[in-house]
Nanobody
């Protein structure tokens, strides 16, 4: 299983970007999918997730500004980022939780836990200029 993230770049504060993550797996629709980010010198943190059933969850810092979605026909998950600010500058990572791996975490409602995901993409850099 491979995850290929794309769509990062340089954007001005207040602007928007859309990240994409393509998965090479036949059972994509059954995967928990998430986005995490890591700023220089900081821990990797949860941004958003979408479950196989379609429910979505967000970190408080991005709620109301970011939208996660998935297209199971294209094996792709997206992160639409609006009203970007300098604090959103990070490397963004796409992550996938295979059904057997992630189900225990999802049962505990821990979709924001890095351990719920067993496949990670390479990261894409988002830089927001003020």
């Amino acid at each position: 299983v491979q995850l290929q993230a794309s769509g990062g770049g340089l954007v001005r504060a207040g602007g928007s970007l859309r990240l994409s993550c393509a998965a090479s797996v036949r059972t994509f629709s059954r995967y928990l999918m998430g986005w995490f980010r890591q700023a220089p010198g900081k821990e990797r943190e949860f941004v958003a997730s979408t479950s196989p059933g379609g429910s979505t969850h967000y970190a408080d810092s991005v709620k109301g500004r970011f939208v996660i979605s998935r297209d199971n026909a294209k094996n792709t998950v997206y992160l639409q980022m609006n009203s970007l600010n300098a604090e959103d500058t990070s490397v963004y990572y796409c992550a996938g939780g295979s059904p057997r791996w992630s189900e225990r975490w999802v049962r505990r409602r821990e979709w924001d836990n890095r351990s719920a995901y067993d496949v990670w993409g390479q990261g894409t850099l988002v830089t927001v200029s003020s």
